[in-house]
């Protein structure tokens, strides 16, 4: 049989490695800035048209290239980084691999001009899918610009797989964030769409941080310094108040390279311990600096993982140096690393002052009147109202009331079980609610028992309210006597700026958008004002996190996140006329049997069932 194996043309293998190296627009935003970077660009320019589908373009003031490298830096492994394998173990850049430009230039339209220092005039050259369409001398400042069109022109495959520009405009920024964060002194400008997004100076590490996560960030962060034989450390981490519900703002650099590592993350996190709300997230900004020979960054195509020689002294070195920064700065009650943990008392013990015990007095019990009916209970929510979390309750009270009062008007709208469950029959079986380990609630229904998973059956029921809200009414609006000003990170304002008139139609007036905060005016009414940051906080956390899916829809998505923020949690204790209300709520729900994630809010065992286990 004749020989069957050939070697793949270049083209191809620059595509197949072209999938490795760039994955969405934020990859090649981060090859070209690092490339910047290794060429000593003292300023760099990074311009995007929609979130870097249309346009990614770098310009850098660095050393430049000569013509004949300006050709070659689009070959496979074509390298000035490294010359030896021994380099690998010795690396000061941050490219070695070569891979980038070939493989970007094989899956886009790339336009290269660059200039050395010395030269008088430069190089341009365009690149179609690995094609030199055209090469010419050009005048061109010192220095490089590369514009990377059209992403994936060649594999509609991978363009389609793209996400919204939201989300990839977060991720272009997140690498931005990375790149610029770890070089402070390099000055970094971003435009997206023709609107300036940062311009950072050259600056310390500290301003590098403010200018990038907005002024609020200086009163938060304590410096962290280390300097021991095997590790440097130097930068910042936040002060335990302002920790965060999402994991935002955690960066860890090694040799000035982005890293991540669960590992050192935990040695922070346990440093942080007792200090923190459990679910809360401490930003930290912290460069480490280590030995080259000691780490090997070759593990990861992408290199954001990084093996350490000596990964236990590291994680014990940075969870005392940040412990120390927390306790210098007062901020930790414990000094002394000696002694045993578990004498410490835990942070938030004097605020635990003890309960001091609530008499609970029912106004409304009148001793000769035994026949109070659900109206009663009703009225006497609303007064509770004010107090809790019963007021997220209040949209929908209308519809819970009406339940009530004339359970035989409700149409269920979907097959789903509730129809078999509560048949004609079923106000004469709800005799009784019980709540379990205030986590779910038991009922009797004709064929057994239901159970029901309050967390989830109350995000349904808002769910279904908001999404309501948000298409068909408009939810009305709490006015705020004075306005609040929350403060975010550019990209979060960016996200808020684009759910602005869905955040409308729930209750939500925003003022005021800075490039940093916002101002509010009205939230909705079921939302207590302490409550709003962390919502908002959720909301934008859910949307950078969206799934690929085609029926993604941005209502849809606000809906859930406000429900998972806003539903009563597990160990909440809910009194009587709560627990019937959320059922009977549920059940009027179009598809009660499913949290809005798809999870099941309910399960029921028949009499039978229950029998057979007493067998
Ligand atoms: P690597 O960075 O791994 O060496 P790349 O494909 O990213 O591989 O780049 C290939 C070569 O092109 C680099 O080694 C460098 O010599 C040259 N080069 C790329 N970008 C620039 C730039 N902005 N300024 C100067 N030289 C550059
Ligand atoms: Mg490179």
């Avoid at 990209?491 to 925003?510: A, C, M, V, W, Y």
Wanted: proline share 4%; glycine share 4%; hydrophobic share 35%.
């Amino acid at each position: 049989m004749a020989d069957i194996i050939q070697l793949l043309p270049d083209h191809v293998a620059n595509q197949i490695a072209a999938g490795e190296v760039v994955q969405r627009p934020a990859s090649v935003v981060k090859e070209l800035l690092e490339n910047a970077i290794d060429a000593d660009a003292t300023k760099i320019k990074l311009i995007i048209k929609d979130a870097g589908k249309t346009l990614v373009q770098v310009i850098d003031d660095g050393k430049g290239m000569s013509t004949t490298d300006a050709r070659l830096s689009f070959e496979r492994h074509a390298t000035s980084k490294i010359r030896t394998a021994d380099d690998l173990f010795q690396l000061h850049t941050k490219g070695f691999r070569g891979e980038a430009l070939a493989s970007i230039a094989a899956i886009a339209h790339v336009e290269l001009r660059t200039k050395q220092a010395q030269d008088e005039v430069g190089t341009s050259i365009i690149i179609e899918g690995s094609d030199v369409v055209a090469q010419e001398v050009v005048v061109t400042p010192k220095g490089t610009s590369i514009s990377v069109k059209n992403l994936f022109f060649n594999i509609p495959a991978r363009r389609n797989f793209l996400k919204s520009n939201t989300v990839e405009l977060r991720h272009v920024i997140d690498e931005f964030h990375r790149v610029a964060l770890a070089h402070p002194t390099i000055a970094f400008v971003l435009y997206n769409n023709g609107s300036e997004l940062f311009n950072l100076h050259e600056s310390n590490y500290r301003q590098r941080i403010v200018n990038i996560f907005g002024n609020k960030t200086n009163e938060k962060l304590v410096p962290v310094i280390e300097d021991t034989e095997i590790l440097k450390i130097s930068g910042f981490v936040g002060k335990p108040e302002f920790a965060k519900k999402t994991r935002g703002e955690q960066y860890f650099f090694v040799n000035n390279r982005f890293i991540k590592s669960a590992y050192l993350n935990h040695s922070i996190v346990s440093a942080f311990d007792g200090l923190l709300k459990p679910g809360m997230h401490p930003s930290y900004f912290l460069n480490l600096t280590v030995n080259p020979q000691s780490i090997d960054i070759n593990i990861h195509p992408t290199k954001t993982e990084i093996k350490f020689d000596d990964e236990h002294a590291l994680y014990a070195l940075l969870r005392s140096a940040v412990k120390h920064s927390l306790g210098q700065f007062n901020i930790a009650p414990v000094l002394d690393f000696e002694r045993d943990p578990n004498l410490d008392v835990p942070y938030n013990y004097n605020q635990n002052a003890g309960n001091r015990p609530v008499i609970e007095i029912d106004r409304n019990f009148n001793p000769f009147n035994d026949q109070r009916n659900s109206q009663t209970h009703t009225t006497t929510y609303k007064k509770e109202a004010a107090t809790g979390w019963e007021n997220l309750y209040e949209g929908l009270e209308s519809k819970g009331t009406k339940t009530q009062q004339d359970f035989s008007e409700v149409h269920f709208e979907s097959e789903s079980n509730s129809k078999i469950l509560f048949d004609d029959k079923y106000l004469d079986t709800v005799q009784t609610t019980y709540q379990l380990h205030n986590k779910y609630i038991v009922s009797t229904i004709k064929s057994g028992m239901l159970l029901i998973d309050q967390q989830r059956a109350h995000q349904r029921v808002l769910y279904e309210n908001l999404l309501e809200q948000l298409t068909v009414e408009g939810a009305s609006s709490q006015q705020l006597l004075f306005p609040l000003t929350l403060h975010f990170s550019t990209p979060e304002i960016e996200i808020i700026k684009q759910l602005k008139e869905d955040l409308k139609h729930t209750g939500f007036i925003f003022s005021n958008l800075t490039k940093e905060s916002v101002e509010i005016t009205g939230v909705p009414v079921s939302i207590p004002e302490s409550e709003v940051s962390i919502i908002l906080e959720q909301l934008i956390s859910d949307v950078e996190n969206e799934v690929p899916d085609s029926n993604f829809s941005i209502t849809d998505l606000l809906a859930k996140s406000l429900a998972k923020s806003l539903a009563i949690k597990t160990g909440q204790p809910l009194k009587k006329n709560e627990q019937e209300h959320l059922v009977n709520s549920l059940f009027a729900c179009k598809e009660p049997n499913v949290s809005p994630t798809n999870r099941s809010t309910f399960i029921t065992m028949s009499v039978d069932e229950l029998d057979k286990k007493f067998i």
